[in-house]
């Protein structure tokens, strides 16, 4: 990771889930992590929702101040410049709309005064709906730039169906992350794949899945 690492995607691409890995996996090479969760209105699925855990492996979680309440205003704020100058990494995860982009707008100039040190992932899932065709996924990532004042600089196919995921699903999903790639001018950094599924070698990233729906999590 960068300095800056700002996570961007639609609603259900996965974006939460793969932005607590690369959270983790830095947190584990002893690098320090901070976490901004800029998902302002989504109340499922968000990154305030792994607190505990971020906590127990000395990541540092910034979120709404009423996240996981019955009051959850879409509030935060953080001071781009004072994280910057500490060790480690800031990891910004955005909301899958206008609002979470918006929000991170207010933070563009700083952020862009970091150059080389800032990274802007944008995560496909061919699986999802509203971004099902390259068309659909570029367009929404256009938008996310247009309110963000910010410019992505790779892809990650984080392409899946929850549970009913297997390897050759994420396989089939490669030629489209490949036409985004192609058609946006950016790099398809990798794919990721739960690694249960036991795919590995050049473009794959093996991942944990830590975010999953009500009726795939068990007591």
């Known amino acids: 990771m960068k300095k800056i690492t700002i996570i961007t995607g639609h609603y259900g691409t996965g974006k939460?889930?793969?932005s607590v890995n690369l959270a983790l996996n830095e947190a584990k090479k002893g690098i320090p992590v901070t976490v901004v969760d800029l998902d302002l209105v989504n109340p499922y699925f968000r990154t305030a929702d792994f607190?505990?855990?971020f906590a127990d492996h000395g990541v540092t979680l910034i979120a709404p101040e009423y996240a996981n309440s019955n009051v959850d205003l879409?509030?935060?704020?953080f001071d781009i410049e004072e994280l910057a100058q500490q060790e480690g990494c800031l990891l910004i995860d955005v909301g899958g709309d206008d609002a979470g982009a918006t929000a991170l707008g207010r933070y563009a100039d700083a952020i862009m005064a970091h150059g080389d040190e800032v990274d802007m992932l944008y995560v496909l899932n061919c699986y999802r709906y509203l971004t099902r065709t390259p068309e659909e996924a570029l367009t929404l990532m256009q938008e996310i730039e247009t309110a963000s004042r910010l410019r992505h600089t790779g892809l990650v196919n984080n392409s899946n169906l929850g549970c009913e995921t297997t390897a050759e699903l994420?396989?089939?999903s490669l030629p489209f992350a490949e036409e985004i790639a192609k058609q946006a001018g950016l790099p398809l950094l990798f794919t990721t794949a739960d690694k249960q599924l036991n795919l590995s070698g050049d473009g794959f990233l093996p991942i944990d899945v830590f975010v999953k729906p009500l009726w795939e999590q068990t007591v």
Request: net charge neutral; proline share 8%; charged share 15%.
């Open 16 to 18: 939460t889930n793969f």
């Open 170 to 172: 994420i396989t089939n």
């Open 51 to 53: 607190k505990e855990l």
């Open 74 to 77: 879409p509030t935060v704020s």
